[in-house]
């Protein structure tokens, strides 16, 4: 039966245009996807009363009720509610439904109404009776003062896209107990725009697996759409217990591996954003095993903030060129590794802004300052890219204009002393923090509000890492990656920078990877 199933999505696929998928944003869900998240549902009995909600053409009621088929005792009854809102995709829905009654004990509707309206409706008079739902929901965003926003509102939703909207509604859609398995994009892991979608989800449910799709291309491949997915299995007020964390490089499942993590490990305690974590690995990471990296940017005096220049907004006051009255306006495009570059002839963004009343408090004085670029693209390897400020290469420009692409690192809107601007980027520059970041970031966006959140080391310590770094000439991610490690072990460190003894190879086959210590001589045999 999925094999047909399969044949019509890929057709479907095929043959529907990419202005229609975007209108309903919708992307159908692939045979081997919609088997593995059926699987995650635990083994029921009794009465099953099933939502799918942007039902497509059935792939994942489909692949719940073929698993139906073939487990005992199974369900009693099974009711299914199927809504899909593109009316052109009913008669392959039915198609996909019609057989399973001879198999099961199976009732289903077909609705192509709203479901946002349905849900809305039923969860204001208090019914909320649905014991299991299979999700692939909508992707697209809903605007501040759209008719959707509003009716959420009503049911006591906020967020800003359809697929977390189609979620919140299906969870308070179910009753206690009910289980919920939803393939989704990752961003709502972190940022401050779901964080009312996070506080619902861990308010009134527990999130018992979550599976990552390694690769941001292959999940919807026939689609091509880029976007990280995880697989997310919820109860509805559910006792929170470990968490199962699994893993695939595509949806053949080839590489899968599965590991069981502590709660803690997925949303930190303490953490006022409820930032969701996804760890790739059994092991701790370097932040958990490290004392050192403990403290807070207000810990540190320090502040981050998004590039206050809005080009669009100010391009009346714009020079390609520096020129009289002018500052320096800093793009990402001036920073390249880990220095800036100003100005750069022909480049297609202006090099200065005119300095004037109007202008002048977008500005910063001129000074050491640490940048992140908020946007990576999606070929590279890394996510946080940071990068020096350097006022000796604006020669006597009294302020600088950074422009609201960039995160910018300052001590209130001021800049900061040199060695602690080196060392903060050199930390910022290491892999055990690019890691960390893509723990509960599935998407290239940096925000200000992700690095304000991080923990840091103390301020001597990345006084200590900038002062390393002068002395150092070229530096690779290894020597970045070695400094910080010895930092991070909290081991001493002789007078070049280099760890001070070997440590015994007993315990530190139970610390980090990413933060072994750099042994003064890398061929050196520990010893105890």
Not at 386 to 396: E, G, K, M, R
Request: aromatic fraction near 10%; hydrophobic fraction near 40%; glycine fraction near 6%.
């Amino acid at each position: 039966m999925l094999s047909t199933v399969e044949r019509t999505r890929v057709l479907i696929s095929k043959s529907t245009e990419a202005k229609t998928k975007s209108q309903f944003g919708q992307f159908l869900t692939p045979a081997k996807i919609a088997a593995f998240m059926a699987k995650l549902f635990p083994a029921c009995n009794g009465s099953c009363r099933l939502l799918d909600a942007g039902a497509g053409i059935g792939s994942l009621s489909s692949a719940f009720l073929e698993r139906c088929v073939t487990v005992e005792p199974g369900f009693s009854e099974i009711q299914l509610s199927a809504f899909e809102l593109d009316e052109n995709l009913h008669a392959a829905l039915h198609s996909s439904l019609h057989g399973y009654p001879g198999k099961l004990p199976l009732s289903y509707e077909i609705t192509g109404g709203d479901f946002i309206e349905f849900a809305v409706n039923r969860i204001q008079f208090g019914q909320n009776d649905f014991t299991h739902a299979i999700l692939n929901p909508p992707y697209k965003k809903i605007s501040s003062n759209s008719r959707y926003r509003l009716l959420l509102r009503q049911a006591g939703i906020e967020t800003v896209n359809l697929y977390t909207a189609f979620v919140a509604l299906s969870l308070l859609l179910m009753a206690p107990g009910g289980q919920i398995v939803a393939i989704i994009p990752r961003s709502f892991c972190n940022g401050p725009y779901y964080r009312p979608f996070r506080d619902l989800v861990l308010k009134h449910s527990a999130i018992h697996h979550i599976h990552l799709f390694e690769s941001r291309s292959k999940a919807f491949k026939d689609d091509n759409v880029l976007q990280e997915n995880i697989i997310v299995r919820l109860e509805r007020s559910g006792r929170q217990g470990p968490v199962t964390i699994s893993t695939s490089t595509d949806d053949t499942f080839a590489d899968l591996a599965i590991h069981e993590h502590a709660f803690d490990r997925i949303v930190f305690p303490g953490d006022s954003e409820r930032f969701i974590h996804v760890p790739t690995s059994p092991e701790n990471s370097a932040f958990e095993l490290s004392p050192t990296v403990s403290y807070s940017l207000v810990d540190l005096g320090i502040n981050v903030s998004t590039g206050p220049v809005v080009d669009f907004r100010m391009k009346a006051h714009l020079q390609d060129m520096p020129g009289k009255n002018t500052v320096p306006l800093l793009y990402p495009g001036h920073f390249s590794a880990g220095e800036v570059t100003w100005p750069i002839p022909d480049s297609k963004k202006p090099n200065a802004i005119l300095h004037t009343l109007d202008t002048g408090k977008w500005l910063y004085p001129n000074g050491y300052y640490c940048v992140v670029r908020r946007f990576s693209s999606k070929e590279e390897k890394r996510r946080i890219v940071a990068s020096v400020v350097n006022p000796a290469v604006f020669d006597d420009a009294p302020m600088l204009g950074f422009e609201n692409h960039l995160n910018v690192f300052h001590e209130n809107k001021y800049g900061l002393p040199e060695t602690l601007v080196r060392g903060l980027t050199l930390f910022l520059n290491t892999t055990a923090v690019d890691e960390y970041f893509r723990r509960f970031s599935g998407h290239t966006q940096i925000n200000a509000t992700d690095l304000r959140l991080m923990k840091y080391p103390s301020r001597d310590a990345l006084i200590e890492l900038g002062q390393w770094a002068m002395r150092q000439g070229q530096l690779t991610q290894a020597m970045i990656d070695d400094r910080f490690g010895t930092l991070a072990a909290g081991l001493p460190t002789s007078v070049d920078g280099r760890c001070a003894f070997t440590p015994d190879p007993f315990q530190w086959n139970t610390f980090s990877r990413a933060i072994q210590c750099v042994i003064t001589s890398r061929s050196a045999e520990p010893t105890r």
